[in-house]
């Protein structure tokens, strides 16, 4: 199988493991004695003149503990709790206590660190690590946040008894005590990855040159046309449609992006029967004629789109990207005899024998004529998929006002792509984000659509949990089931009432996926296109109807692309690429999704998308399921510091 993983393993760092097999030896209880957290404070704000540094460091020198000419503490930090937030655990909340003994104190932290969104950094650790060696000295320098997040990561990599986060202030509270003194709080939201949660509308400094007219509706509802700014990423996806629609050649556009990747940058019209569609996916038309073509739209592959991204909205110095960039390298993924795309407003995959003749490719540049057949019934290039512009730029705009992350977009448009093909890819392609040597020039961090099937993700973390090596204070399994699933598992009675004396027969749940011996098997994954209950032996009615056939279904298409034409095409493909004939393969039981987490006393070094387990972990559960971690959360006090690790359930890659 041709490449499409740029990132090689991702393991849990040597150092880490090394520490946590110390602590589970007789060195443990030795370390446990003499250990004591430390936590760093730095803030930026060009206001502040008196505690740009709040550190509770035992090596950070003579006069760091009280006010110079006087008898009385700085200010001290007391707790600080870092939480995931958001489904995965990619971006992180932070919150910091901390005191102020007098009002000129809590006066002179409001100057530093009580100013929504100023940039503040928190670093903390252990006094000296098990494994043998000091904390290294807190990160100092002002410095942008992916830069900073990625010397962090490094730094906690290479030393587990060290930790930190940059982020912005979102929030402060300050109330005073029964002893007179001021309890503080400061709340941070913090990226834990340098590039996929880098910001993917910019829109920066460029004049005039981002000005569009643009349509927005207004507060009634209707359409008008206003004159503003749009992001970078967005102007650029709106001029290239902007020229399609005009009829006029999109060449020149791809070589703005073009040495932003490795791979071919490909700008093309597209044409199909449809209403002629303004940048929100709306139309002005009130009829069009049959077989004029009404719609033409700017498509660009999704390797552009990935050179874009890099282009508009990850910096640069002399164009070269060293805090990260998107590459899909030569993704080849899996295909089927009957994929393809069942809506162009979304996609096209150039070649694929039934949207052929739907949609008729205008003028195509890029060193090449208008794109080449990429269609295979084995594999094809992800990166020559062509993509909508006005589907791009609506899911940009979707994307700017939730969090506004590059992971978040290329998760949304790998997610429509898929759907748009039957939901052939949803269990198969995921974006991955890593971190590299900050300090590397030729290693830099990546975000990448990754084939599952290729993706290696290293070597399985085994956690001690037994009585002998243990170093777990805490180990969870915790199913989630979700609202339809206990509904299921109510009115299906465990499933004895789903096919009652057909193939589908007591295959409603199964625990962990497990089969009827205990083991994880192949045929206990359901597809993807799962439906519960199911009734094996009572079709519905009307479903004796002979059904129409894909040809006859995108057919419809030639005459008109809509709503309703791409939802049938669609759900034909899903039966096509994602059915079976097999009727217990159908009523398949579904996967009971759980996580595993732990909490062990606090290091560095675990972090997004490494493989851990434990020993403790049922062993027909922990050899069926690889446990990727999401959230790694941390809690320091001035007496404790512990992390907290949890994970997702994945089925072993069984290629």
């Known amino acids: 199988m041709a490449g499409g993983n740029p990132f090689g393993k991702k393991n849990v760092p040597n150092a880490t493991r090394e520490e946590i097999t110390a602590r589970g030896t007789v060195k443990g209880p030795i370390w446990a004695a003499q250990r004591m957290p430390w936590v760093d404070l730095r803030g930026f704000a060009s206001t ?17 503990r009280y006010e110079e000419g006087y008898k009385r503490t700085k200010p001290v930090i007391t ?54 060696g000091k904390a290294p000295a807190p990160l100092a320098g002002a410095m942008s946040d992916p830069k900073a997040i990625c010397k962090m990561r490094s730094m906690a990599a290479s030393n587990p008894a060290y930790d930190g986060l940059q982020g912005l202030v979102t929030n402060f509270s300050y109330k005073l005590n029964n002893d007179g003194y001021w309890d503080c709080s400061l709340e941070l939201v913090a990226a834990s990855e340098s590039v996929g949660d880098g910001k993917v509308a910019v829109y920066g400094e460029c004049g005039d040159g981002c000005v569009r007219t643009f349509k927005t509706t207004d507060s009634g509802g ?19 449609n902007t020229i399609a629609q005009n009829g006029d050649d999109p060449t020149f556009m791809a070589r703005r992006v073009s040495w932003a990747t490795e791979n071919n940058c490909i700008v093309s019209t597209g044409a199909y029967e449809g209403e002629d ?63 393809e795309s069942g809506d162009p407003r979304i996609c096209v995959i150039p070649g694929a024998p039934q949207l052929a003749d739907a949609i008729a490719w205008g003028n195509f540049i890029w060193e090449v004529g208008e794109p080449e057949s990429i269609w295979n019934s084995d594999e094809i290039n992800f990166g020559d998929i062509m993509l909508n512009c006005i589907f791009l730029m609506k899911e940009l705009k979707s994307v700017e006002k939730g969090d506004n992350k590059i992971k978040t977009y290329l998760t949304n448009v790998l997610r429509a792509i898929s759907n748009a093909c039957g939901g052939y890819w949803n269990d198969m392609l995921e974006v991955v984000s890593t971190t590299e040597n900050c300090d590397d020039p030729t290693s830099v961090p990546l975000i990448s659509i990754i084939d599952l099937r290729n993706y290696d993700p290293g070597t399985t973390y085994m956690v001690p949990a037994l009585s002998h090596n243990s170093v777990i204070r805490e180990l969870r399994l915790d199913m989630k089931l979700t609202g339809a699933m206990k509904s299921q598992a109510l009115y299906a009675n465990g499933g004895k009432q789903n096919g009652k004396n057909t193939k589908c027969d007591g295959v409603s749940f199964r625990a962990f996926g497990l089969g009827p011996d205990g083991s994880v098997k192949d045929d206990c994954r359901p597809p993807s296109n799962t439906k519960l209950p199911c009734d094996c032996e009572n079709p519905p009615p009307g479903s004796e109807a002979e059904p ?108």
Request: charged share 25%; aromatic share 10%.
């Open 277 to 339: 569609r303004n940048e929100n996916g709306g139309s002005d038309q009130s009829w069009f004629s049959f077989g004029n073509w009404d719609a033409r739209e700017g498509y660009i592959s999704f390797s552009t789109l990935e050179a874009a991204i890099n282009t508009y909205a990850i910096p640069t110095k002399d164009k070269v990207h060293n805090i990260g960039k998107c590459m899909s390298t030569n993704l080849m993924v899996k295909s089927h005899k009957y994929l």
């Open 48 to 64: 502040c003149n008196g505690y740009k540094t709040i550190s509770s460091k035992l090596d950070t020198g003579p006069g760091t």
């Open 548 to 655: 129409k056939s894909l040809e006859e279904i995108f057919g419809q298409m030639y005459d008109v692309v809509d709503d309703s034409s791409t939802k049938a095409a669609i759900a034909a493909l899903s039966d096509k690429v994602n059915g079976d004939d097999d009727a217990e393969e159908k009523c398949k039981g579904m996967i009971l999704p759980f996580d595993f987490g732990f909490t062990v006393d606090g290091v560095g070094g675990f972090s997004f998308g490494q493989i851990v387990s434990s020993d403790r972990i049922p062993v027909n559960v922990r050899n069926g399921f690889d446990f990727q971690v999401g959230a790694v959360e941390h809690s320091i006090t001035v007496q404790d510091w512990t992390t907290a690790v949890s994970t997702v359930a994945r089925f072993k890659n069984k290629q």
């Open 79 to 132: 707790q600080v709790q870092v939480k995931k937030q958001g489904e995965l655990g990619t971006t992180r909340s932070c919150t910091v206590d901390l005191i102020a003994f007098t009002d000129e104190q809590l006066i002179a932290l409001q100057k530093c660190y009580f100013i929504p969104g100023m940039t503040v950094r928190v670093q903390w650790g252990w006094s000296e690590s098990c494994a043998g």
């Open 222 to 240: 209707e359409e008008k046309e206003v004159i503003a700014k749009g992001s970078l990423l967005y102007s650029y996806l709106f001029d290239i």
